[in-house]
């Protein structure tokens, strides 16, 4: 079954469906929305302009759309980790000007892939991981990818995927010039690859040893540790 929720504001909504796809729409002005867990095998999205959506988690894949009807204001995306046992496709379609952020609970998208595209994506230093089995993708249409930066012996691990692309325009690091901290795949045919589009840095670390598929910048320094 094919469930689609948009969330159309006056009152709280919860879904007793279990649905293969799960999609919200963000039609509204400048809103801070916030992805969190809703106790065992349920998930809830919070808008700053209107109420709660609570739905069983899908099957087959949660979308979260901000710029229907072409969009407007700037939005943040908050990802405080999904409902226990979530195993099904993340993808985020957000705006030049919106912001994705997984913030202080991990998110586990079991076997998902992860298909992301924001101004800018940004990891929380504390808790501020995604994790999967499955493929992420992630773009920055504006800004940079990045990781709030802890001392390096405290860095935490911002992305457990076997293949991860990045894409950025302004840069991929944690901090201001650290290593975003990753743990990828040397698997053939899995790793990384990785994009600067503008002059920004590339700077990533793994885990373990990692299968460096791409890594390019078009006028910026390029660290891979």
């Known amino acids: 079954m094919h469930s689609t929720l948009t969330d159309p504001r006056p009152e709280p909504i919860t879904s007793p469906i279990t649905a293969a796809d799960v999609v919200q729409n963000y039609p509204g002005g400048a809103e801070t929305i916030t992805v969190s867990p809703a106790g065992a095998g349920q998930t809830q999205s919070v808008s700053t302009l209107g109420e709660s959506t609570t739905f069983t988690n899908p099957t087959d894949s949660l979308t979260i ?19 226990s046992g979530f195993d099904a496709d993340l993808n985020l379609d957000a705006g030049g000007d919106d912001a994705l952020k997984f913030q202080t609970n991990p998110t586990d998208v079991g076997s998902g892939n992860v298909v992301a595209d924001a101004g800018s994506v940004f990891f929380a230093a504390i808790g501020g991981s995604l994790t999967t089995t499955g493929e992420v993708d992630l773009t920055a249409t504006t800004t940079s990818i990045s990781q709030e930066l802890l001392p390096v012996t405290f860095q935490l691990t911002a992305i457990t995927s076997p293949k991860i692309t990045f894409t950025a325009e302004t840069g991929i690091f944690s901090g201001t010039s650290g290593f975003l901290k990753i743990d990828t795949s040397s698997d053939s045919g899995k790793g990384l690859t990785a994009t600067v589009n503008d002059s920004g840095i590339l700077n990533i670390t793994d885990v373990d040893d990692f299968r460096v598929l791409s890594a390019t910048t078009a006028n910026g320094d390029i660290g891979l540790q």
């Open 65 to 83: 759309n901000t710029e229907v009807g072409g969009g407007s204001g700037v939005d943040s995306v908050f990802i405080q980790g999904l409902g």
